[in-house]
């Protein structure tokens, strides 16, 4: 077991580590950043279907189904196709609209996911086309959907999720980038901006593993919180989620994600100096807003985690810690924001003595109801 840990003291970090490499392999052949061309035979071979949905909707359970919403913000954003994302547990149960001219994303990174293979199963029923987005090669939902597309992110053993959420979004944008083009709601020059940056992401992330050890010393500051909150906004909030999820799967502290302009709506009763929150405060987006977000947090004596673009001064000045990522375009920023958040669940789960690669009471692929 050692040997396919690499060395690494748990299969987590071993897949955390990974994901450099985990993204290139999702891209490879797909990619040609220099032709301005991405090559997917799923999509290629069904682009028609794809222009003509007046809607895709996104089935999924879990950290699929947080990588699903990122799709949404990038689809819409990019395809300006109008997204609709589902928990597959709810969607098979809710007697949903199914139109024969939708297209249905189904995302599962072990492809075996019981409440996704009944979503799929009912979506197909009503005529829907089916592309389905597994890592797990011939598993039950890639042989049910009518197409897909492989994050080809290798084994993953550890049962929180790490490597399959980065490369399932690296696939989901490839496909919106494609769309987009296909449908001209794109320019040219972004179009190659993104490709060229999306290229650019493996090494990004090698740069925010190397802040690993200062995430350690976070993780060490606030092992013993009882409840933690995850902020961000746009691409950002579906990354708060992943975040607390993390941490409530392998350490089992409370924690929540919310969408940061929510804040004031709830949450912001629960801060105190006992409370530690993440903040996804990133130079894009709605940075000035998260900021004040930021302030009003440390108004209440919150303790703060900013995960701030190198070189930051606004958030370093308010927060009580900083973790640095590379800065990339707004688009592509979960793919590195979601890496201190890994480590930071996994150092303080680690921390506290609890069994990282299989957390009580989960499952790696949850075959029943
Ligand atoms: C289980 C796993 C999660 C996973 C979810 C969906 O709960 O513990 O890590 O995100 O199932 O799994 P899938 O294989 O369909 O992505």
Partial sequence: EQIEKNNFEHFMLKEIYEQPSAIRDTYRGRLHAEEGIIRMAGVDDNLERF???????????????????VAEYIF????????????????????????????????SQSGET?????????????????????????????RETNAGA?????????????????????????????????????????????????????????????????IKEVAFKYKDARNCLYLGRGFNFPVALEGALKLK???????????????????????????????????????????????????????????VTEGDTSVRDLADYVIEVPDTIESLTPLLTTIPLQLLSYHIAVLLGKNVDQPRNLAKSVTVE
Avoid at 119 to 132: D, R, T
Avoid at 171 to 179: E, F, N, P, R, Y
């Fill in 150 to 214: 492989y994050t080809h992110a290798g084994p993953e053993i550890g049962v929180a999720s790490t490597k399959a959420f980065t490369t399932q979004i690296t696939v989901l944008t490839l496909m919106a980038l494609k769309l987009a083009k296909a449908k001209g709601s794109i320019s040219n020059t972004d179009f190659h901006m993104h490709l060229q940056e999306l290229e650019t992401i493996p090494q990004k992330i090698e740069v925010a593993l190397q802040e690993n050890d200062h």
């Fill in 51 to 69: 222009l003509n949905a007046k809607r895709i909707l996104i089935v999924a359970c879990g950290t699929s189904w947080h990588a699903g919403l």
């Fill in 114 to 142: 019981a409440d996704t293979m009944a979503a799929i199963k009912l979506a197909k029923e009503k005529g829907a086309f089916v592309f389905g987005v597994c890592n797990v090669v011939g598993s039950s939902i890639s």
């Fill in 249 to 307: 799967e392998i350490s089992y502290i409370h924690a929540e994600g919310y969408p940061a302009a929510e804040m004031k709506h709830g949450p912001i009763a629960l801060i105190d100096e006992e409370m530690p929150v993440v903040v996804i405060a990133t130079r894009k987006g709605h940075y000035e807003k998260v900021v004040s977000n930021i302030q009003e947090i440390k108004s209440r004596q919150g303790k703060i985690i900013g995960i």
């Fill in 76 to 107: 819409e954003d990019l395809a300006r196709i109008p997204v609709e994302v589902e928990y597959a547990s709810e969607f098979r149960y809710r007697n949903p609209i199914i139109n024969s001219d939708d297209v249905v994303i189904a995302i």
